[in-house]
């Protein structure tokens, strides 16, 4: 008799996939708060976390922020997937990569404990957040070039993500901060499916009667 075993998502998969839901979810949610106009074009994301701009909903983005830098920590942990079986260059590009991503997660949730009203505070975590994120997804974007199972549109995402990234810091545009949100949400949905495709599918084994 045959039975066939169940593939597990991978760690990276499923963190990713819960990193997205999350974040757009309380976002939505801290939104739903907010008492006055909010767009892109006016407004930086975290001005949903600002206990003076919106008393009521700051702690749903406040939390968002703590929740997505947690999952995001696990996320890039479990890319050590990415690492076995390979040669050396490519995993000091992953460790790389998870260490950056390691120090971005651990920015974001002080973006969270630190509100946007607590300028200076906040300011210093988001700079170091963005910085660590285009570090991380730099390094990683370039794994899926020699790692044979990989889509290599994570690497064209990556440095689209990575180029956004540094404009929005030094231009200092409210929808620049946006549009690289977004397309990190992306990057993150990318790797983890893609984390999941190099997944090899169990065999059908033969079970002892």
Not at 82 to 111: C, D, E, F, N, P
């Amino acid at each position: 008799m045959e039975v066939t075993l169940k593939r597990r998502p991978p760690l990276a998969t499923i963190a990713g996939l819960v990193v997205i839901v999350v974040s757009v979810t309380l976002a939505i949610v801290a939104y739903s708060f907010y008492p006055w106009a909010f767009s892109p074009a006016a407004n930086w994301i975290s001005d949903l976390g600002n206990t003076l701009l919106s008393p009521r909903g700051s702690i749903f983005f406040r939390l968002d922020m703590i929740a997505v830098g947690a999952v995001l920590a696990a996320f890039f942990v479990g890319l050590r997937a990415w690492a076995r079986g390979q040669h050396i260059a490519l995993k000091l590009l992953v460790a790389i990569g998870q260490l950056s991503g390691l120090v971005a997660a651990g920015a974001l949730v002080m973006t969270g404990i630190f509100s946007e009203n607590d300028y200076t505070a906040h300011s210093l975590w988001a700079t170091v957040l963005f910085i660590a994120l285009a570090t991380a997804v730099w390094f990683i974007g370039w794994a899926p070039i020699w790692h044979p199972d990989l889509p290599q549109k994570i690497t064209y995402l990556a440095f689209a993500v990575c180029a956004v990234d540094v404009i929005s810091i030094v231009a200092r545009r409210h929808w620049l901060e946006w549009l690289a949100v977004g397309l990190l949400l992306c990057f993150v949905g990318a790797v983890s499916l893609g984390t999941w495709s190099m997944t090899p599918s169990p065999s059908r084994i033969p079970r002892e009667r």
